[in-house]
């Protein structure tokens, strides 16, 4: 799951693709996008902390009961502290039985969680659908 984050003083805005590890070939793995989420809290109700916490606690609920991985991957800071993003939003996945990991990756572009974030931030509410 590929997560973007944009935040100011006014809010908090994710746009993540959650995809499904679907084989490899040619022994790179492939990973079909099926869920993507938009989100956008204001910030005088949350951190942008707790934003991305929250964040991806509900998305890590609505992930197919099959995943017994969930791995989040973002240039994000946030994500540089993976013990404390585990233990707050892997609690809620370790019922389903699944584990719960955070990558810090290298900074990039990521147009597509991008434009999701950017979305938000023109609705002003949060949504999640299947593609």
Known sequence: MDVSIIKNEEYTAIGAEIAKYNGNIDGKPIYEPYMVA???????EITHRQALISACSQ????????????????????????RGLRNRVGIAAMKHGREVRFNRIKPRIDESTKQLAFDAIQRGESLITLI
Do not use: C, G, H, N
Not at 38 to 44: C, D, N, Q, V
Not at 59 to 68: A, E, F, T, Y
């Open 38 to 44: 938009s989100l956008y809290y204001r910030a005088e």
């Open 59 to 82: 998305i890590s609920q609505l992930i197919d009961d099959s995943s017994k991985l969930i791995v989040f991957k973002s240039p994000t800071l946030y994500f540089s502290d993976r």
